[in-house]
């Protein structure tokens, strides 16, 4: 499977909202509501932001929101604070037990 | 608490094999899917496979098929991750995670701490 497609980079100012985009295909992300999004600090483990394309963990401030259209699924920051500065990374479900992630997004909080 | 701890860092020569454990512990060990992801310096996450709850089935991700072999023992709880052929691309930080609902949603809400394998001769 190929990799789901991500920005590079994104960036906002404290206070803003923010979206980052994660596109894959009519075989995994069109195809299946088993999107996900990890947030990644520098030296840090992966944490689960959203789960199952919309939900939250316990845990995960309501700032954090996912949405999905067709093959592509976003991921929006409101209300950016100084410690989302982080990277970004999206999964999917691609069929019979197989995931693929996407490239990862950087964002920076101006 | 849930916890999943890795084994140390590891260093292998080109052509070795690597094992990196995961102890579980603060759930029910057998009830939840377990995956592998690894990352390489400075680059992003990458899906390895997983295991289903009793250790009886194994997906890889078509890159890994044939190098890499998952097990569970579910006697003590732990994960096992077995890497073949090491080339130097596979230096990367190897994490354990586990699947968020007994229900297995492909989404991982507990990781391990990582362990790094150098592969250099």
């Known amino acids: 499977q190929s990799a789901l497609t991500q920005p590079p980079s994104a960036s906002g100012s404290p206070g803003q909202s923010v979206t980052i985009s994660c596109t894959g295909t009519?075989?995994?992300?069109?195809?299946?509501?088993?999107v996900s999004w990890y947030q990644q600090h520098p030296g840090k483990a992966p944490k689960l932001m959203i789960y199952?394309?919309?939900k939250r963990p316990s845990g995960v401030p309501n700032r954090f929101s996912g949405s999905k259209s067709g093959n592509t699924a976003s991921l929006t920051v409101s209300g950016l604070q100084a410690e989302d500065e982080a990277d970004y990374y999206c999964?999917?479900?691609?069929?019979?037990?197989?995931?693929?992630f996407g490239g990862g997004t950087k964002l920076t909080v101006l | 608490q849930v916890q999943l701890v890795q084994s140390g860092a590891e260093v292998k020569k080109p052509g070795a094999s690597v094992k990196v454990s995961c102890k579980a512990s603060?759930?029910?060990?057998?009830?939840?899917?377990m995956y592998w992801v690894r990352q390489a310096p400075g680059q992003g996450l990458e899906w390895m496979g997983v295991?289903?709850?009793?250790?009886?089935?194994?997906t890889y991700a078509q890159k890994f098929e044939g190098r890499v072999t998952m097990t569970r023992d579910t006697s003590t709880s732990t994960l096992y991750m077995e890497l073949s052929s090491l080339r130097s691309e596979d230096t990367a930080v190897y994490y354990c995670?586990?699947?968020?609902?007994?229900?297995?949603?492909?989404?991982?809400?507990?990781w391990g701490q990582g362990t790094l394998v150098t592969v250099s001769s």
């Open positions: 995670a586990r699947d968020s609902t007994v229900a297995n949603t492909f989404s991982f809400n507990y």
């Open positions: 603060g759930y029910t060990f057998t009830s939840y899917y």
């Open positions: 295991i289903n709850p009793s250790g009886e089935s194994t």
């Open positions: 009519s075989s995994d992300v069109g195809a299946y509501n088993y």
């Open positions: 199952e394309v919309n």
């Open positions: 999964n999917s479900y691609a069929g019979s037990n197989n995931l693929v």
